[in-house]
């Protein structure tokens, strides 16, 4: 498994803005679809966004698209969430997660908690209203 470090979470006003990192450590990093998670109090781990192995394919959950921008160095073993136009939902704290996919296409990206293999130990985002 890969190891995955979260940063860049904290406080911010609604409409602003914040750019969590993720540096991934132990295994090739261009093996693995990268993918971002959050979790709520009281609420079900969701996804958020992913990121193909490659970098070319990105999706992103209908609640972030247009505000969310995931991105990643392959050679900087990173994957980083731009977040702007935040909103007071927002607020959760924010998983970088691995899924192995070294026998799948450069395309490759996953949407489902079930398909990674490997999480960070997540960063708290609040936004306030």
């Known amino acids: 498994q890969v190891q995955l470090v979260e940063s860049g979470g904290g406080l911010v006003q609604a409409g602003g803005s914040l750019r969590l990192s993720c540096a991934a450590s132990?295994?090739?990093?261009?093996?693995?679809?990268m993918g971002w998670f959050r979790q709520a109090p009281g609420k079900e781990r969701e996804f958020v966004a992913a990121i193909s192995r490659s970098g070319g394919r990105t999706y992103y959950a209908d609640s972030v698209k247009g505000r969310f921008t995931i991105s990643r160095d392959n050679a900087k073993n990173t994957v980083a969430l731009q977040m702007n136009s935040l909103k007071p939902e927002d607020a959760a704290v924010y998983y970088c997660?691995?899924?192995?996919?070294?026998?799948?296409?450069?395309?490759?990206?996953?949407?489902?908690?079930?398909?990674?293999?490997?999480w960070g130990q997540g960063t708290q985002v609040t936004v306030s209203s």
């Open positions: 132990g295994r090739t990093f261009s093996f693995y679809a």
């Open positions: 997660a691995a899924a192995d996919a070294r026998f799948r296409g450069a395309s490759y990206y996953a949407t489902g908690v079930e398909q990674y293999d490997s």
